[in-house]
């Protein structure tokens, strides 16, 4: 660890994390590179012709898992992330700050791609604060200015797959493919979105975890003694103190040497209790565990524990709010699975035309006019027709489309035309359908205005 000083005026004290091994980082070092490929992939695998994942806000078009979700469609899209809130407050309240260390997309960039660039160039935690503290050489100025360099081409290469979950990759193609002038917005996003990772990596790091992200101080209300997080055991590693050959000592096991701090990437000492800066990273857990072995002494010194336990209290038969979170997403799941298999195909605004009236034919027949929207939902063309679904009414439309576009809305205009003698009230409750292949694929309902025969 190392603080820098401006004159007087004592500044942040920067983090050298010593850099991590064990078989907890092994782990981690799988599960985030799965995720990393998975991040990188997903906007560029299309479905059915729609991407995988993509959150257009601009043109109001989200895809996931290859199913396009429009604004009609709000209330599916809010249940997906009412899921995943409470799938990361429930890994919360039984397993702690588990999401920051294993698969928040920040922890993994930084610990996986821009740490390890940094231990390649400048070395291990001693050797870069050596670097830092050191006179401005040479060797100093070229490690810098490598090590900046690489930030920056792999922050121009994150904003523009963070660019093509929002805009899609055909687009963010288009963009790289067109001269500047014609996507100019595009071209500024990306080295805007460039700017803002660079910084975040090179220099915000894990104040961004410390202290921007609310996430670390909403984990404080939602644990309780039973939660399980990565904490030291006092109670058999204090007192500590430094081992000495032939001398008769009364300590813990922990010999004091620091390296659970050293290796820590929010710079706590996990030794001083549950902290809100820890995120579960299991760095400190390796760390120790390859000194209690040296020392033929267990493992698990710090581990994953609750409360409850390091204490030395009763281990509760059950944890109330991780059965009650657990139904909640049970709920939510079943709803939200309900909702995608329940969803049209075809979604339409149905409203009587403005300014109208019905009309009386010649031919005994009354007529009222109708505007219509259509949205096709799906990747592919539909066919389609417009029927009425009561007996004694007939559609007729003014401007005939046959087939709704993928992805796209259409404009209708037509008349709903009922002999006059089958009108029973002034105003009669309708149903219009829209009919595919012999099948109706959404139903909109409007009233039919006509004075009775």
Known sequence: MGTTVTGSKPKRNWIYAKKPAG?????????????????????????GGEPFLLFNIVDRKFVLFGNVFWPQDLHIFVFGMLIAMVCIVLFTVVYGR??????????????????????????????????????????????????????????????????????????????????????????????LFTLVFYGVFAYLREIVCTTICPYGRLQGVLLDDQSITIAYDHRRGEPRGHRRKGVTQTIGDCVDCNLCVQVCPTGIDIRNGLQMECVSCTACIDACDEVMEKLDRPKRLIGFYSVSEIEGSRKKSGNGRAIAYTVVLAVLVTVFGWLIFSRSQ???????????????????????????ELINKTSSDIPFTLDALDGNMTVRVVNPLVELKSGATAQLTFFLVSPQQSVKTYKTDVKIGVVSNGKVIETMKTTFVAPPK
């Open 98 to 191: 588990v999401w920051c260390g294993w698969a928040c997309p920040q922890t993994i960039f930084m610990e996986l791609i821009f740490r390890r660039i940094e231990y390649w160039i400048e070395g291990d935690w001693l050797q870069q604060k050596k670097l830092n503290q050191g006179p401005n050489t040479t060797v100093k100025y070229v490690k810098k200015i490598t090590k900046h360099t690489v930030f920056l081409f792999i922050s121009f290469l994150i904003s523009n797959i963070f660019l093509a979950y929002l805009i899609g990759v055909d687009q963010l193609w288009k963009i790289m493919a067109d001269p500047v002038s014609q996507h100019l917005g595009g071209f500024v996003s990306i080295i």
């Open 23 to 47: 078989s907890w980082f092994n782990r981690r070092q799988w599960f985030g590179y799965s995720l990393l490929v998975f991040f990188i992939a997903a906007p560029f695998i299309k479905i």
């Open 346 to 372: 075809v979604d339409g605004t149905l409203l009587r035309a403005k300014g109208s009236s019905y009309q009386v034919h010649e031919d005994g027949t009354v007529s009222n006019l109708y505007s219509l």
